[in-house]
């Protein structure tokens, strides 16, 4: 079994940032792709950005204003949300794609979610 808990979601004002974080624990052989998506009310889960040993991707409306990290031997991911904007309001879920043994394929997991809320 594996966990993912994010941790670092409130509420700020419009132009302020925050970093989310989230870890995972459990039976874990190997974590390959790790990712933030959100879901504001009303609107389908979307993906935020996401990270991989090589690369990073992100979504156009975050681009120069988010930034994804990770740090392997914690198996854990960031979020540094900077120049935050009231339409970036949405509940923040993390997930992984995580091998528990050494072969078969991985698994995605999801985390719990963060309550962002970007509002004077």
């Known amino acids: 079994q594996v966990q993912l808990v994010e941790s670092g979601g409130g509420l700020v004002q419009p132009g302020g940032s925050l970093r989310l974080s989230c870890a995972a624990s459990g039976n874990i052989f190997s974590i390959h792709a790790m990712g933030w998506y959100r879901q504001a009310p009303g609107k389908q889960r979307e993906l935020v950005a996401a990270?991989?040993?090589?690369?990073?991707d992100y979504a156009d409306s975050v681009k120069g204003r988010f930034t994804i990290s990770r740090d392997n031997a914690k198996n854990t991911v960031y979020l540094q949300m900077n120049s935050l904007k009231p339409e970036d309001t949405a509940v923040y879920y993390c997930n992984a794609e995580v091998k528990t043994t050494g072969w078969g394929r991985a698994a995605t997991y999801w985390g719990q979610g963060t309550q962002v809320t970007v509002s004077s």
């Open positions: 990270i991989t040993a090589s690369s990073t």
